[in-house]
């Protein structure tokens, strides 16, 4: 439940990133070791990769943002049904179970809310890599009696899933793998360091053309994930939409390129230094006139949806073209709902800037367009609930504590109603269990003023220091 038009000041850390944590958590089942991995964001998406993990007989262990993998005594070679329902990316598991196990089992995932999702481009790699595939109703069954032997693959779409699973299959196949067309994710690379750490030889990870030497065993490795560059954009956007000032600490601003030069367009001013990004922004946004998602390092798909949301209240008329998922505008029906003035042409959203939004019911269509209901419910006038948490609760590691800690009036209540006092320690689900969607109940935390001001005071002194690294640097 929030109530906008806060203004949101501070300094955040976001937690380690979602879509590299499932990769190489994944990848952990290929190592016959233990391999430990910190800032692993507490993320019910998580819960999931480890529940398979589990399932596939690796023993899992988490103190906080780490996560310990013993994977010694894996010994199943299947992607339960259930779990590739509940997450359809569990698709990254393939490579590294049937480089592990030379078999690999699973149902083919189904669609979800931003498109079909299909898996053609991961089955034709494994089947390059010596893979024999067999259809089953709806169920995959791969079998590599011999191993995986290294090929030449080229992917007719730079997908990030693909390429995750090429890399990793590739590690333990016999030979050399030259894989072009690659996608360039940071996600990519931190992959390769977390291989590289276990022994592999992966070359080339971040550009178009990785080439990945098989080595018979990996050994267990620890790895710090990067920082989520979606949730550090995330925030950066919500601060834009309340004429808030904001510093998002210990980031790579490297990775937030595309978002950079939009922010100012918007009016915003940027300033980059370090491992730091802060934003300052203007009483009234302006408009973005054309932002196309593209394969990093373009604009990402993943902050499409927030950005809609800041733009539905920037002077004058934006568009978005959404050039990576087929239907991923379901959160422009729900911005209407707050007086946005929105239109969608298959690929092209078109929103037109209003004066103000209008706090009202409303439910998340996903996990992204979720957070972009949340921006909209900031900014708007009154009050606003977001029903359908859970889809946050994927990507997002305790939203409700992070924009509290900036000035938002923003309280996660169960659905009976109830609320509970939480701390940050119990933020996230515990050990192994998503968070159900009856979400835990915050009491409202008022910012205390002072404590607001001494970190806008810190962020004044900071962003003075570093006032002469001009955002087109990042
Ligand atoms: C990853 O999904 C991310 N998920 C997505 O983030 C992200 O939006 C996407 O990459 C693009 O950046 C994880 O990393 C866990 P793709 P992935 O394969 O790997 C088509 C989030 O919000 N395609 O690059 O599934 C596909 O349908 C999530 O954190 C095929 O046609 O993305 C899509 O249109 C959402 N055949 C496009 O390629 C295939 O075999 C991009 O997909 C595979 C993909």
């Known amino acids: 439940m929030i109530r906008g038009q806060k203004r949101l000041n501070g300094e955040i850390e976001v937690h380690g990133s979602k879509n590299s944590a499932l990769p190489i958590l994944a990848a952990s089942a290929l190592v016959n070791g233990v391999s430990e991995i910190h800032n692993c964001p507490r993320l019910s998406d998580v819960d999931a990769a480890i529940r398979i993990l589990e399932h596939l007989g690796c023993k899992v262990a ?36 049937l480089g592990r196990t030379g078999q690999a089992r699973l149902s083919t995932p189904g669609g ?20 024999v595939l067999t259809e089953g109703a709806s169920r995959l069954t791969f079998t590599a009696p011999q191993g995986l032997t290294g090929a030449r693959i080229t992917l007719t779409f730079p997908s990030v899933g693909a390429t995750e699973n090429i890399i990793i299959a590739a590690a333990t196949a016999k030979g050399r793998t030259v894989l072009t067309n690659a996608a360039r994710e940071p996600e990519i690379s931190d992959l390769a360091d977390f291989l590289n750490g276990c022994g592999a ?25 990067i920082p989520d560059r979606i949730a550090a954009s995330t925030y950066l956007l919500a601060a834009a939409m309340t004429q808030g000032r904001i510093c998002v600490r210990e980031i790579v601003p490297a990775h937030l390129g595309a978002l950079l030069p939009v922010l100012t367009e918007s009016g915003c001013d940027i300033t980059v230094s370090g491992r730091w990004i802060c934003l300052s922004a203007p009483p009234r946004l ?22 809609s949301a800041m733009l539905t209240i920037a002077d004058g008329t934006s568009v978005i073209v959404e050039n990576i998922f087929e239907s991923r505008y379901k959160h422009a029906a729900e911005l209407l709902r707050f007086g946005a003035k929105i239109s969608v042409e298959g690929r092209m959203e078109v929103i037109e800037g209003v004066p103000y939004l209008t706090g ?20 708007a006038r009154g009050e606003t609930t977001v029903r359908g948490v859970e889809h946050i609760d994927r990507g997002y590691e305790a939203p409700e504590l992070i924009l509290q800690s900036l ?30 969607d009856e979400s835990h109940a915050v009491a409202v935390t008022p910012v205390d003023e002072s404590h607001a001001d001494a970190v806008a005071a810190a962020d004044e002194s900071h962003a003075d220091t570093s006032a002469d690294t001009p955002a087109h640097d990042a």
Do not use: W
Request: proline share 7%; charged share 20%; net charge negative.
């Open 62 to 97: 988490r103190d906080g943002h780490t996560v310990t993998v013993d994977s010694t005594s894996m010994h199943a070679f299947d992607i339960p049904d259930d779990l590739m329902r509940e997450m359809r990316s569990s698709v990254v598991f393939l490579g590294a179970i």
């Open 112 to 131: 979800c809310e931003i498109g079909l999702r299909p898996i053609d481009l991961h089955i034709s790699a494994m089947e390059q890599l010596g893979a």
């Open 201 to 225: 030889h992966i070359h080339g990870a971040g550009d178009s053309t990785v080439t990945i030497d098989g080595t018979p065993h990996l050994t267990g490795t620890t790895h710090t994930v």
């Open 286 to 307: 302006r408009r973005v006139k054309m932002t196309r998602t593209m394969p990093y390092p373009g604009f990402p798909t993943d902050v499409q949806a927030p950005l």
């Open 360 to 379: 009202t019911q409303t439910v998340a269509p996903d996990l992204r367009g979720g957070f972009a209901l949340i921006l909209a419910g900031l900014a």
């Open 407 to 436: 000035g938002a009036d923003v309280k996660r209540i169960m659905e009976n109603g109830t609320a509970e006092q939480r701390n940050s320690e119990s933020a996230a689900a515990p050990q192994g269990s998503a968070p159900t």
